[in-house]
């Protein structure tokens, strides 16, 4: 199975935002397995929706889309799975030493440590992180 989560619209459709394909044979269209699958989830379409999520795949695909505020705060009060997450997500956002870490990652290309050991230490690395980051990143829920 695989599952593509796209933060825009791929497929024409306006509405549908999630779309599940099989792989069958082209002149009998007998299906080559039941496990074989590729789904794409289109975050942007479910921005649009304007109600309550009437499942778990739309809450989590709502939670991903950046969802903020009180229609968050309900979401999570109904799923567990995203109540724990948002936890997870706060406790990350205050600790300085876990933001550093993540901006080391996604701006400098890699963990600081790996760098240490194969003896590539950068200048800007020596002389500390904070002048080539961002101040308050927040990045998506889901990156892409």
């Known amino acids: 199975?695989?599952?593509?989560?796209?933060?825009f619209d791929w497929f024409q459709d306006k509405e549908r935002y999630h779309r599940a394909f099989h792989v069958r044979d082209d002149e009998t269209g007998e299906l080559l397995s039941d496990d074989l699958e590729v789904h794409?989830?289109?975050l942007e379409k479910v921005k649009r929706v304007r109600r309550r999520p009437k499942d778990a795949l739309e809450s989590w695909m709502m939670y991903l889309s950046n969802l903020e505020g009180e229609e968050l705060e309900a979401i999570a009060m109904d799923n567990p799975g995203i109540r724990k997450s948002l936890?997870?997500?706060?406790s990350f956002w205050q600790s300085k030493k876990e933001r550093r870490l993540y901006l080391h990652r996604q701006f400098a290309g890699g963990s600081p440590g790996r760098r240490r050991r194969r003896g590539?230490?950068?200048k800007k690395a020596r002389k500390g992180t904070s002048s080539i980051y961002p101040q308050n990143p927040r990045p998506a829920r889901c990156f892409l």
Do not use: P, R, S
């Not at 199975?1 to 933060?7: D, F, S």
């Open 1 to 7: 199975m695989v599952i593509n989560i796209l933060a």
């Open 40 to 42: 794409f989830l289109e």
């Open 87 to 90: 936890t997870i997500e706060q």
């Open 120 to 122: 590539k230490v950068t």
